[in-house]
């Protein structure tokens, strides 16, 4: 059976977003949440004292771990952050909590709608491609962000939703992208790939996509989140096409289409 042409999308600053103070209070929502958990559990014996900067830092430190991890392309979740921040502080992981706590404050944060977004997936769709998100979960587990994108009907537009805290991998691994294609029944030499990070372009041409996107609409990002989530530059060579506007998507796979032979488009 032939494979069909497919889109995906990141999430972050791409599909959804805050505005910096906004996306500044998350964080700090994070990091209250991971002071709560680590203050509620158990000291192993002989476990030293210690104040709420050194749970949070401990932390932090463990988040700022993950972020590297990821990338190099490896998963680590809030599940696991938390717990080697525990057992780094002699006390008995308790993950779930956490995990629990994030879920609150994903419920609690009122992510807004990137402009023109359900528009734009719903014209992809309605061309016959296939339509997938991969999202970097490192904050919050993925199943929580899907509740919030059901509220907001993104399922019904959206074929296929990786997060790599379900996965062993993130972004730019390219096999976070190629589970992806295989819900969608696409192929690397049919797909392309949008998003505003090095992650998003690096990772599409690890995996071989046919078409690299940057979106460049929503990168009002809150500086302690670019602080977190620091990044190598994006090269311009993997820049195949730029965008400010979700719609310009659409005549760009309706060209794809139209030209939908192997390799990939000319910037």
């Known amino acids: 059976m032939p494979s069909r042409p497919a889109v995906m999308f990141d999430l972050w600053h791409t599909l959804v977003y805050l505005e910096p103070g906004g996306e500044a209070a998350y964080l700090a929502g994070q990091y209250d949440a991971a002071v709560r958990v680590l203050q509620d559990s158990r000291p192993e014996p002989g476990a030293p004292t210690v104040t709420p900067e050194e749970l949070r830092a401990a932390y932090d430190a463990e988040l700022r771990l993950a972020v590297a991890e990821s990338h190099a392309g490896r998963s680590v979740t809030p599940g696991e952050q938390i717990a080697r921040a525990a057992r780094a502080l002699g006390r008995a992981p308790n993950p779930v909590a956490f995990e629990e706590a994030l879920g609150r404050l994903v419920r609690a944060t009122p992510f807004q709608t990137a402009p023109h977004a359900l528009e734009t997936l719903a ?3 309605r061309l016959g491609m296939g339509v997938g998100i991969v999202s970097n979960t490192v904050g919050e587990p993925g199943r929580f962000i899907l509740e919030v994108l059901r509220t907001r009907g ?6 296929v939703f990786t997060f790599s805290d379900e996965q062993p991998w993130t972004k730019p691994a390219p096999e976070i992208f190629y589970r992806t294609l295989e819900g969608l029944g696409s192929t690397p030499a049919r797909a392309a790939h949008v998003g505003d990070g090095w992650a998003d372009l690096e990772g599409a041409r690890r995996a071989g996509l046919k078409g690299r996107v940057l979106f460049t609409g929503l990168q009002a990002y809150a500086p302690e989140y670019r602080a977190l989530n620091y990044a190598p530059a994006i090269d311009p060579a993997l820049v195949q096409r730029e965008i400010s506007d ?5 005549p760009i796979v309706e060209g794809w289409l139209e030209d939908d032979a192997p390799g990939t488009p000319s910037p």
């Open 123 to 125: 014209a992809v769709r």
């Open 154 to 159: 993104f399922d019904r537009h959206v074929d």
């Open 246 to 250: 979700l719609r310009e998507m659409v």
